[in-house]
């Protein structure tokens, strides 16, 4: 595990992230606040969606929630994400998180709890009350739950910490659904304790580091067990995560969270996401919300999840507002898991690993490699297998060569258009694999509710190593040249400005 150092002198960023609310002041002015009322049902998700990339918001009058605010959009934009993990640029969180994993920093337990100043218990804990749950859009099947880190501890996670987001769905104030995702480590520590009631907490709106952790995710072929993630979110914010027993169940939570809710998974009994769905006896039919593939959601029969209390901070407490959709958040964990999977087949042969924002969430990745050597060549259709036979629906993989730059799409294009052959270059994953039902195409096999996959798309958009000197990229000489001899320095910049992000990556570039 990771030494803490009582002598190391903490930065503004690692002063700020140990609360939410200290981040939001650090953050300054890439937080606008909001005082006019927003309702949770449509607005605050509207406003959400219509900024996008933009900054984030801390909705300080909630209407029907005097007590309460919402933030929206912290995770919305890369450059914010790129200040919050303390990089430069998005490529490099991948290795901030593989590091963390690697050697996680111990939480430490804590009395002194501002998430516990106020604790109600089951009889009280009414969330459809003090929860400003959110809805998306109007074909959403009600206000629905998505909005903390569920976090299972101890000898139910091998004696470590297992951090995720679970969309719930109240069907009564202490009974909710709990739908895991299949095949992560949640779903295998439900399946591994079917007959027990597992206690959990649900920390909405902990440290950032810990959303961070929550709302990205460790393939379960790449990490067979849970890892310490609480301790890995502690490494991200430079300091251990300071948790508290919470006080009806056996489990630990955050303590500078705003809201937890405490109580237990029920494994072997399951309950209807909504009243719709119940009403139907079919699953996968009744609207939900949107989900990552941005199609609508489907209403299902998941898990039970018993409500024991609420804890929650005295003064309004910042609710989460999900964001269906985003994938800045997801981009840096899923390069920091098939980077971690290329390092295990060929050390050293992969570069970079990373998406686009049409690439969502499973929906695909793009790896970049270099071939040093003969006995390289070949090696980049391993990894291309590999990721496509543990990626539960995985859509679409791309590998390409090191002078093409991944995280331009339209270079990425460019090279599948010059450099596949389509009767060799070209594969597909295992027909009828485990997919997702989330993805609207899984649902339509020959059993719908089995989410049934028709495989994915592999592209090896590589120039064998052999003919590499035909495929040398033309490039202008840009870089010798002071521009300024023929135009000033606000003409410059006007004219960059006027360039499409590709073609201002050309020019700059010198690639033609």
């Known amino acids: 595990m990771a030494a803490h150092d009582p002598d190391h002198a903490p930065d503004a960023r690692e002063q700020a992230l140990p609360t939410l609310r200290g981040t939001l002041e650090w953050l300054g002015d890439d937080v606008k606040r909001i005082a006019a009322p927003v309702d949770p049902d449509l607005e605050a998700t509207a406003i959400n969606k219509a900024f996008d990339d933009g900054p984030a918001f801390l909705m300080e009058n909630v209407a029907g929630y005097p ?41 430490v337990e804590t009395e002194d709890a501002p998430v516990q100043e106020v604790v109600l218990p089951a009889a009280e804990a009414n969330p459809f009350r003090l929860l400003p749950m959110v809805r998306h859009t109007e074909q959403d099947g009600g206000r629905f739950f998505g909005s903390g880190v569920h976090c299972i501890s101890g000898e139910w996670a091998g004696g470590k910490s297992q951090l995720s987001f679970y969309r719930m769905s109240f069907r009564e104030p202490t009974v909710a659904s709990i739908n895991m995702v299949p095949g992560g480590h949640g779903d295998q520590i439900a399946a591994n304790h079917h007959d027990y009631r597992i206690p959990v907490t649900v920390n909405v709106s902990p440290p950032p580091m810990v959303e961070f952790m929550g709302l990205g995710f460790l393939n379960s072929a790449i990490y067979p067990t849970p890892q310490d993630e609480i301790g890995a979110a502690g490494t991200l914010q430079g300091s251990p995560v300071r948790i508290v027993r919470a006080k009806t169940v056996d489990a630990w939570a955050m303590a500078d969270a705003e809201y937890v809710i405490e109580g237990h998974i029920v494994p072997n009994q399951r309950v209807w996401e909504t009243e719709e769905a119940e009403a139907l006896g079919e699953q996968g039919v009744a609207m939900f919300h949107p989900e990552w593939a941005r199609y609508m959601g489907r209403a299902y029969r998941a898990r039970r999840f018993e409500v024991s209390a609420i804890t929650h901070r005295a003064d309004k407490p910042i609710y989460y507002v999900p964001h269906l959709g985003s994938v800045w958040q997801w981009i840096p964990f899923a390069a920091a898991n098939y980077y971690e999977l290329a390092e295990r087949i060929a050390p050293g042969l992969v570069v970079d690993v990373t998406a686009s924002t049409a690439l969502m969430m499973w929906g695909g990745i793009v790896i970049q490699v270099r071939k040093r050597r003969r006995s390289d060549e070949g090696l980049q259709r391993n990894i291309l297998e590999a990721v496509m036979g543990i990626a539960r629906g995985m859509r679409l993989v ?115």
């Open 67 to 107: 007590n309460a605010r919402l933030i929206a959009s912290l995770w919305g934009r890369r450059e914010r994400i790129c200040r919050l993990l303390g990089v430069d640029e998005l490529g490099e969180i991948k290795n901030r998180i593989r590091h963390a994993v690697a050697n996680p920093l111990p939480p």
């Open 398 to 512: 791309v590998v390409v060569d090191d002078d093409i730059d991944i995280n331009q799409p339209e270079d990425v294009m460019w090279a599948i258009a010059t450099r596949v052959n389509p009767h060799t270059d070209l594969f597909t994953g295992a027909a009828q694999s485990k997919g997702h039902a989330y993805m609207p195409a899984e649902r339509m096999g020959v059993n719908e509710q089995v989410s049934m996959f028709e495989g994915g798309l592999g592209i090896d958009a590589t120039v064998p190593l052999a003919a590499q000197e035909h495929f040398r990229r033309a490039r202008y000489p840009v870089e010798k040249f002071d521009f300024t001899r023929w135009f000033s320095e606000q003409e410059i910049r006007e004219m960059k400005a006027g360039q499409s992000e590709y073609l201002r990556f050309m020019g700059d570039s010198g690639l033609a």
